[in-house]
């Protein structure tokens, strides 16, 4: 069975991969990664695709898709598997009066891939509450259980980002009772504290969803992966360089994260901006995400992103990092 995968990724591109492999349990996935793995084809694992941007000639790949679900709780301790839909996750877990995931309410994808880019958003990232993962490692299908502090998580970072390729069949979290800790990042957003899980699981899916961060079938602006760059971080003699008024967060060793978004708007390029007559825009609604307007391909959604790269190089002498996986390219 095969399906392009314009069809199954957020931004909408990416060409027909000569095979889909849909994994519904924890050992059908095991069993699909290690018998491919074993015939040497290029693979990928696929959760909900809105970290994705695949190229249009995908003939040479197999896809194995994580569609295993399921949630066992013991306490404050949830096992959850790597095709449960991430937002549903949530959701689970605000309506069982636990703290700790609640700020990333509405970003699209699957639990298996939370670990990946260690999700974040609005003062809360998943580093902050995994534990444990199940891991099968390529290529030897060696199946280990991973602790947190051997993942190397970093801002939108992990193992998995660098290197250590596998599948993660299950991601283990520990949550809280009680009240959640002040999210400063939330704070400024909403001009205002909220003070419960659920609270702030509506004031974050709003905020999210005037940026066009939610998806939205009648919102060309959710075609997208997110945010398409990360905010880069420089040395602080480097920041002093960019002009004042430009946001800017100093990190714990002293270096300064810049916002890609600032740098974007400011090197010429508009809300809304595309190349020529390409199907591929900047989003009207943030200047982070590169959108599909309707038919696109991956090649002008890579070319977008390669101009915008260019313009804040040329600009600002910074470099900006694609936060989306490049598949095919
Ligand atoms: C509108 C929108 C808003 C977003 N907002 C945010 C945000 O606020 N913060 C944020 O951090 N991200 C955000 N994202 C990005 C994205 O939602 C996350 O990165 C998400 O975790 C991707 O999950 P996925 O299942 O869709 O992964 P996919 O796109 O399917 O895959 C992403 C990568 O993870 C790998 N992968 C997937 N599953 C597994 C697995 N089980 N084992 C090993 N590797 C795996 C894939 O091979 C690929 O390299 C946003 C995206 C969109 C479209």
Not at 20 to 48: K, N, P, Y
Request: hydrophobic share 40%; with cysteine; net charge negative.
């Amino acid at each position: 069975m095969t399906r392009p995968l314009s069809e199954l990724t957020t931004m909408q591109v990416g060409g027909t991969p000569a095979e889909l492999l849909e994994a519904h349990s924890r050992d059908q996935l095991i069993e699909f990664a290690t018998g491919v793995w074993a015939t040497g084809e290029d693979w990928l694992v696929l959760g909900g695709g809105s970290n994705i941007v695949a190229a249009d000639d995908l003939s040479e790949l197999t896809v194995i898709r994580t569609l295993n679900r399921g949630i066992d709780r013991d306490g404050t301790r949830l096992r959850v598997q790597a095709g449960e839909n991430w937002d549903e996750f949530v959701a689970f877990t605000v309506d069982a009066g636990l703290t700790g995931v609640e700020a990333l309410s509405g970003i699209p994808g699957s639990v298996g891939a939370a670990p990946v880019q260690n999700i974040g958003g609005y003062g809360q990232e998943v580093a902050d509450t995994i534990t444990r993962v199940e891991f099968v490692e390529y290529p030897s299908g060696e199946i280990r259980v991973l602790e947190a502090s051997e993942l190397g998580f970093g801002y939108r970072d992990s193992i998995f980002k660098r290197g250590c390729q596998g599948v993660i069949t299950w991601v283990e979290f520990e949550l809280s009772e009680g009240s959640p800790a002040l999210l400063d990042r939330l704070t400024q957003a909403i001009g205002r504290e909220v003070s419960t899980p659920a609270e702030i699981r509506r004031e974050v899916l709003a905020t999210r969803a005037a940026k066009g961060m939610v998806l939205d079938a009648n919102d060309r602006d959710t075609f997208s992966c997110g945010s398409f760059f990360t905010n880069p971080i420089v040395s602080e003699g480097f920041s002093l360089g960019i002009p004042s008024e430009a946001p800017r967060w100093l990190q714990e060793d002293g270096s300064v994260k810049l916002s890609a978004a600032w740098l974007i708007e400011n090197s010429g390029l508009r809300k809304g901006f595309s190349l020529g007559a390409s199907k591929a825009a900047i989003s009207s609604k943030h200047s982070l995400a590169i959108t599909n307007r309707g038919g696109a391909s991956g090649e002008e959604v890579a070319e977008l992103a390669r101009f915008i790269q260019h313009q804040v190089a040329n600009r600002w002498g910074i470099n900006l990092e694609p936060e989306p996986n490049l598949i095919g390219f």
